[in-house]
């Protein structure tokens, strides 16, 4: 539909059929169009929700969620109930009448906070149906929480496999989800507890030089991804960034105005919002933020997505000051004109996605500059596709 190229700070586009000639005609494509046009390029690409990111065989893995959880959000902005069919569909062929959740196990040492990221999507499902599996399956996900392995100040592990380890994706995979079921059963104790986690990671991962945070902390020090005097992994890598500032925003939506700590998060927010600017280039991030002019680092499409979502809604929210909105226009516009492709059936694409990335495991993962950008690049992971088209619906807004 359009190519698009930068020339200094401006964005030039150049329309092959649609030609939009002002700011306003622009943006009023993106409030009508995009956010639906990329929802249902990925309804094409997956017919059935379970099969997101390729899955061979149903998951309730945190890409589905992250999807699903998106899905729900264009069916709220359009009201138009396929989008929510589509999340009902999943959620009713992954939850039993028992609450038991397909191929789900938290007992048997299997204790991994990526699997609670879908059960955000349990709450609107089960406010549709009424359906007591639902509240069933959500009890469950929270018991395995409380369950969950911790370190001595009480972070979670980001999984049993890697003890005493807290990284920034498990704080976007558990907390939104255990702060929204606190305040559903008013637990005020446990919204507190999922405060705790962020005041943790503020402690210990961020960089008071850069303003960013590292992808991931070991409590003992002694993996050798870390740093032996701080525990630290040695890098900024975007993705891990990102999923810390959603998880920040969503979690706001829960904490009261009143609730003593909840400046501390807002400040986390500002802090985020004055800090990726100076990282930000034609509108994108990198795959390591900080190294931009490194050979091998790339501008990278689920970080960037993150960003913009986070920065847009933390602004639509009042979370942090509007001229901020401005830097998630930045990163809209340069999704568009370096990183969509759009099909001639009109599916939506979005390139130059960063497949996987962690740290430690089988084959060892060793957290280098090497690694991060090595890692397997492809296009329309749901890690880009659902965070982008939660950032259009914020945008329209």
Known sequence: MFEGKWQGSRTVLRWRKDVLTDWAERWNWLKHKMYTRMADSEMKRFPEAWQIDWAKRPAFGYCQGVVTLAMLKVWKQTNDDKYYKYVEKYADMMVDDDGKILNYDYINGRHNIDMINAGKILFDVYEQ????????????????????????????????????????????????????????????ELLNDVIMQFMIVEKFMHDPVTGLYFHAWDEKKVQRWCDSQTGLSHHFWGRSIGWWFMALVDVLDFVPENHPLRGNLLAIAKGLAESLPRFQHDGLWYQIVNLENREGNYQEATATAMFMYSIAKAVNRGYIDRKYMEIATDAYDGIVNKLIRIDADGTVNITNCCAVAGLGGNPYRDGSFEYYVNEPVRENDPKATGPFIMGCIELSK
Do not use: C, I
Request: no cysteine.
């Open 129 to 188: 149906t009424g359906n007591p599996k639902y509240k069933k399956a959500m009890d469950m996900l929270y018991n395995a929480m409380m369950k969950h392995p911790r370190n001595s100040l009480g972070g979670f592990w980001h999984k049993e496999v890697y003890p005493w380890q807290m990284w920034l994706d498990g704080l976007y995979m558990g907390s939104p989800y255990l702060a929204q079921y606190a305040v559903v059963n008013d637990k005020p």
